[in-house]
């Protein structure tokens, strides 16, 4: 069964989780990709934007204004209380996927965790090709998910399957992120190997697509340094990156 984000309890315990990856390197790796310290970069999508952190992230470094939009009145909810700001609007997805923009409107697009929690390709293809739309000519949209190589690696901060066991794809794995003072969060996700993700891109019309899988750097010795051996060495998160 699928984890349901539209639980208020869901949203909440998912708030507890402390980006610690992300935070670290994820989210540069993903803005750089994206292409938010562009000249031209002013208006940006988060599609999929859950509790607002990355929005909330997106501000601190750069001079843009988010759309944050979510299918979750749940997610939204947090987000509007925790993460009111002014460049921030946050709006809820339709149930066609769609958002509420013009078409050819944004300069760059990002989403976060979206793909891997949706079990079929045609639910994907949707997104995709509304992301498409409502972008600019030669606007980016990068795309940070869980690297499917990495089922089974024993990171210290969140494990996705077990090691030894191969998914099929589309099939359910269970992914379990560390929360401080707490149990583990659960999470039922699906496994997308990573040519899924770069078709589903060239099929809705976007063109040179690409993907990175971003490591910490060897030499890192900042916050949480103890946390995250593994990570200097497998990547945890791919992030996929297209061109309108």
Same mark, same amino acid.
């Given at each position: 069964?699928? !984890? &349901?984000?539209?639980?208020?309890? +869901?949203? $909440?315990? @998912?708030?507890?989780?402390? =980006? ?7 989210w540069s790796a993903l803005f750089e990709q994206a292409g938010l310290g562009d ?81 079929? !390709? &045609?639910?994907?293809?949707?997104? +995709?090709? $509304?992301? @498409?739309?409502?972008?600019? =000519? ?30 099929a794809v589309g099939e359910a794995i269970e992914m379990r992120l560390a929360r ?65």
């Amino acid at each position: 069964m699928t !984890t &349901d984000w539209n639980l208020l309890g +869901v949203a $909440e315990s @998912y708030e507890d989780y402390v =980006p610690v990856r992300e935070r670290t390197f994820a989210w540069s790796a993903l803005f750089e990709q994206a292409g938010l310290g562009d000249r031209d970069c002013h208006r940006v999508l988060d599609y999929g934007a859950g509790t607002g952190r990355v929005a909330e992230q997106i501000l601190r470094s750069h001079d843009v204004s988010v759309i944050a939009a979510d299918r979750s009145p749940s997610m939204l909810k947090v987000a509007q209380h925790k993460r009111q700001d002014p460049r921030i609007s946050y709006q809820t997805i339709g149930p066609d996927q769609r958002v509420d923009l013009p078409d050819g409107e944004l300069d760059a697009a990002i989403s976060c965790f979206v793909f891997v929690c949706i079990p079929e !390709t &045609d639910t994907i293809q949707s997104i +995709v090709e $509304e992301v @498409y739309r409502v972008l600019r =000519p030669g606007a980016t949209y990068a795309m940070l998910e869980v690297n499917p190589d990495s089922v089974g690696v024993p990171f210290e901060l969140g494990q996705m399957g077990r090691m030894g066991r191969e998914y099929a794809v589309g099939e359910a794995i269970e992914m379990r992120l560390a929360r401080p003072d707490a149990e583990p969060m659960s999470i039922l996700d699906y496994h997308w190997p990573k040519e899924v993700h770069l078709d589903r891109l060239r099929k809705a019309g976007f063109r040179d697509v690409g993907l990175v899988d971003p490591t910490l750097p060897t030499e890192y010795d900042g916050p949480d340094a103890d946390r995250l051996q593994v990570e200097r060495t497998m990547a945890p998160y791919t992030i996929y990156v297209a061109r309108k």
